[in-house]
C-alpha cells in the first residue's frame, strides 16, 4: 500500500525537529517543507499555526508538560515535540480536548512505537486539558525572571538583562506582548494609489479582516485577518508590498529625496530598496548592496513590482562586501547623500515574527554582532558626502547593537546624531527597531 503522506500535526512535528536541529529560520524550513506536502490549504494553514505557536510559546508549554508528568526527563526528542504541538492545540488554539487527545496519543504510537509513552501522553494532556487554567495562573504567579522564562516563554538569559535595564513591569509587559500573533503590515506605493484606496481593496476582498491605518504613518496599514496579501492583484502590481511597521521605519528617517545618490547598504532582497525608491519619486540614483547574491538576485522582482525602469532613475543592484575598501559599482559613485546601514543583528527586536530566534540566539551573538556592525558603520561612514547623512538600524533593543554602538561610534569620528528613535513592541504594538541619523560633528 502507498505511504499514507503526514497529517498536519505530523508534519509540524517534523517541521519543529528540523529547526531545532538545523537552528535555521521557521519560514525557510516550514516552506521546504510544505512545498512537498499533499496537505490540503486548510490543513497548511494549520501547521503554519502550530510550528509558530509552538515556537513563541515554547518556554510555556514545557513548564506546563514538566509540571504534570510524572517523569518529565523521559519526554524528549519527538515525543516533547509532539506534546508542545498538543498542548497548545489546548491552551491556545482552544481544539477540543477529546480530539486532540485522540490525535496526540495515536501519533505517539507511530512515531515513537510501543504504548508506554503513549499512555504518559494521555495522562499528561488530560490533565492540562482539565487543570490548564489554574496550571498557566501559577506560571504567571511568581518572580518576574520565573514568569518571564515559564509564561511568557522568554529564555532566562535574555529576560534578565530586560529586568536589568527596563524594570520588570516593562519587561513582563514586553514578554506578554511578544506571545501574541503580530498583525501582517503593509507599505502603501503613494505615488500610485493611497492607503484608503488599498485598505478599500483590502477590506472588499474580505470583510471579516481588520484593516487599521496606523497614526503618523501614511504609508502603513495594519490587516488581522484576510489570509496573505501578497495573492491580491495590488501586491503584484506593486501598489503596496508587505512590511513591517518598524522596518519602515530607517527609510523614513533617511528621507531620501528626488534626484539624490543613495547607497542601500545592506539591502538584503530590496523591500527597504524599494521603499527609497518611492520615496525618491523614482528619481536619481539608487545602489543597493549586499553580500548575498541569491538576496540581490531577488532585486530583478522590486524593478517589475516597483515600476523601476523608467527615465531619470537608476537602480544598480550590486553584490558586494561593503566592509571591503572598494566595491565595483558601489565607489564609483560615492560619496553619496544619503547610506542606509539596516545591518545584520540578533534579530531580538522580532521574536514575535521569527520566535525561533528565542531558542537558536544566545548571549555571545549580540557581541558577535555588534563587532559586524561596527565594521559596516566604519566602512559605510567615508561614503558619505560631507553634509550627507547616515542612517544606522536594528531589529534588535539590545544596547550593544543599538545607542551603545552608535554612541561610541559618533563619539570617536567627531560626528553627532542628528536623530535616534527606538520602537518597541510595548509602546507601539510592533517588531523592535533601533534607528538613529548621524550627521557630521558642528
Given at each position: 500500500?502507498?505511504?499514507?503522506?503526514?497529517?498536519?500535526?505530523?508534519?509540524?512535528?517534523?517541521?519543529?525537529?528540523?529547526?531545532?536541529?538545523r537552528?535555521?529560520?521557521?519560514?525557510?524550513?516550514?516552506?521546504?517543507?510544505?512545498a512537498?506536502?499533499?496537505?490540503?490549504?486548510?490543513?497548511?494553514?494549520?501547521?503554519t499555526?502550530?510550528?509558530?505557536?509552538v515556537?513563541?510559546?515554547?518556554g510555556?508549554?514545557?513548564?506546563?508538560?514538566?509540571?504534570?508528568?510524572?517523569?518529565?526527563?523521559?519526554?524528549?526528542?519527538?515525543?516533547?515535540?509532539?506534546?508542545?504541538?498538543?498542548?497548545?492545540?489546548?491552551?491556545?488554539?482552544?481544539?477540543?480536548?477529546?480530539?486532540?487527545?485522540?490525535?496526540?496519543?495515536?501519533?505517539?504510537?507511530?512515531?515513537?512505537?510501543?504504548?508506554?509513552?503513549?499512555?504518559?501522553?494521555?495522562?499528561?494532556?488530560?490533565?492540562?486539558?482539565?487543570?490548564?487554567?489554574?496550571?498557566?495562573?501559577?506560571?504567571?504567579?511568581?518572580?518576574?525572571?520565573?514568569?518571564?522564562e515559564?509564561?511568557?516563554?522568554?529564555?532566562?538569559?535574555l529576560?534578565?538583562?530586560?529586568i536589568?535595564?527596563?524594570?520588570?513591569?516593562?519587561?513582563?509587559?514586553?514578554?506578554?506582548?511578544?506571545?501574541e500573533?503580530?498583525?501582517?503590515?503593509?507599505?502603501?506605493?503613494l505615488?500610485?494609489?493611497?492607503?484608503?484606496?488599498?485598505?478599500?481593496?483590502?477590506?472588499?476582498?474580505d470583510?471579516?479582516?481588520?484593516?487599521?491605518?496606523?497614526?503618523?504613518?501614511?504609508?502603513?496599514?495594519?490587516?488581522?485577518?484576510?489570509?496573505?496579501?501578497?495573492?491580491?492583484?495590488?501586491?503584484?502590481?506593486?501598489?503596496?508590498?508587505?512590511?513591517?511597521?518598524?522596518?519602515?521605519?530607517?527609510?523614513?528617517?533617511?528621507?531620501?529625496?528626488?534626484?539624490?545618490?543613495?547607497?542601500?547598504?545592506?539591502?538584503?532582497m530590496g523591500?527597504?530598496?524599494?521603499?527609497?525608491?518611492e520615496?525618491?519619486?523614482?528619481r536619481?540614483?539608487?545602489?543597493?548592496?549586499?553580500?548575498?547574491?541569491?538576496?540581490?538576485?531577488?532585486?530583478?522582482?522590486?524593478?517589475?513590482?516597483?515600476?523601476?525602469?523608467?527615465?531619470?532613475?537608476?537602480?544598480?543592484?550590486?553584490?558586494?562586501?561593503l566592509?571591503?575598501?572598494?566595491?565595483?559599482?558601489?565607489?564609483?559613485?560615492?560619496?553619496?547623500?544619503?547610506?542606509?546601514?539596516?545591518?545584520?543583528?540578533?534579530?531580538?527586536?522580532?521574536?514575535?515574527?521569527?520566535?525561533?530566534?528565542?531558542?537558536?540566539?544566545?548571549?555571545?551573538?549580540?557581541?558577535?554582532?555588534?563587532?559586524?556592525?561596527?565594521?559596516?558603520?566604519?566602512?559605510?561612514?567615508?561614503?558619505?558626502?560631507?553634509?550627507?547623512?547616515?542612517?544606522?538600524?536594528?531589529?534588535?533593543l539590545?544596547?550593544?547593537?543599538?545607542?551603545?554602538?552608535?554612541?561610541?561610534?559618533?563619539?570617536?569620528?567627531?560626528?553627532?546624531?542628528?536623530?535616534?528613535?527606538?520602537?518597541?513592541?510595548?509602546?507601539?504594538?510592533?517588531?523592535?527597531?533601533?534607528?538613529?541619523?548621524?550627521?557630521?560633528?558642528?
Amino acid at each position: 500500500m502507498p505511504r499514507r503522506p503526514p497529517s498536519a500535526r505530523a508534519l509540524a512535528v517534523q517541521v519543529l525537529r528540523q529547526i531545532d536541529q538545523r537552528r535555521g529560520f521557521s519560514n525557510r524550513i516550514l516552506a521546504e517543507h510544505l512545498a512537498g506536502s499533499e496537505l490540503a490549504r486548510r490543513d497548511r494553514g494549520l501547521v503554519t499555526a502550530l510550528v509558530y505557536g509552538v515556537l513563541r510559546h515554547r518556554g510555556r508549554l514545557d513548564a506546563l508538560i514538566d509540571r504534570v508528568a510524572t517523569r518529565p526527563a523521559g519526554l524528549r526528542g519527538r515525543t516533547r515535540e509532539l506534546l508542545r504541538v498538543a498542548v497548545f492545540e489546548l491552551r491556545e488554539l482552544g481544539h477540543p480536548p477529546h480530539a486532540a487527545i485522540s490525535e496526540a496519543t495515536r501519533l505517539c504510537r507511530e512515531l515513537e512505537g510501543g504504548g508506554g509513552l503513549a499512555a504518559a501522553t494521555q495522562a499528561i494532556l488530560s490533565t492540562i486539558a482539565s487543570e490548564g487554567e489554574a496550571l498557566d495562573a501559577a506560571l504567571a504567579d511568581g518572580r518576574p525572571l520565573d514568569v518571564l522564562e515559564r509564561r511568557w516563554s522568554i529564555p532566562r538569559w535574555l529576560g534578565g538583562r530586560w529586568i536589568k535595564r527596563l524594570g520588570p513591569e516593562r519587561a513582563l509587559a514586553r514578554g506578554r506582548v511578544l506571545a501574541e500573533a503580530p498583525p501582517v503590515e503593509v507599505r502603501v506605493d503613494l505615488g500610485r494609489t493611497s492607503a484608503a484606496e488599498v485598505a478599500a481593496e483590502l477590506r472588499a476582498r474580505d470583510p471579516a479582516a481588520s484593516v487599521e491605518v496606523i497614526d503618523g504613518q501614511p504609508q502603513a496599514l495594519r490587516i488581522r485577518g484576510g489570509g496573505d496579501p501578497s495573492r491580491l492583484p495590488g501586491f503584484d502590481a506593486g501598489l503596496f508590498s508587505v512590511q513591517a511597521l518598524g522596518s519602515q521605519q530607517p527609510a523614513r528617517m533617511l528621507g531620501p529625496r528626488p534626484g539624490e545618490r543613495i547607497l542601500d547598504a545592506c539591502a538584503g532582497m530590496g523591500t527597504k530598496t524599494l521603499q527609497i525608491a518611492e520615496l525618491m519619486g523614482r528619481r536619481g540614483l539608487l545602489v543597493a548592496a549586499d553580500l548575498s547574491a541569491a538576496r540581490v538576485a531577488e532585486h530583478a522582482a522590486i524593478r517589475r513590482r516597483g515600476g523601476l525602469e523608467v527615465e531619470g532613475f537608476e537602480l544598480r543592484s550590486v553584490v558586494g562586501d561593503l566592509c571591503e575598501a572598494t566595491i565595483a559599482g558601489v565607489d564609483e559613485d560615492a560619496p553619496f547623500d544619503g547610506v542606509l546601514v539596516d545591518a545584520p543583528c540578533t534579530g531580538l527586536g522580532d521574536i514575535a515574527r521569527h520566535p525561533e530566534l528565542r531558542w537558536t540566539r544566545t548571549y555571545d551573538d549580540i557581541g558577535e554582532r555588534a563587532a559586524l556592525q561596527r565594521r559596516l558603520l566604519e566602512a559605510s561612514w567615508p561614503r558619505v558626502r560631507a553634509g550627507g547623512r547616515l542612517v544606522y538600524a536594528v531589529c534588535s533593543l539590545e544596547p550593544e547593537e543599538g545607542e551603545a554602538l552608535v554612541a561610541a561610534f559618533v563619539r570617536e569620528r567627531g560626528l553627532r546624531v542628528a536623530e535616534e528613535a527606538t520602537w518597541t513592541p510595548e509602546e507601539h504594538g510592533c517588531d523592535g527597531f533601533y534607528l538613529a541619523r548621524i550627521e557630521g560633528g558642528s
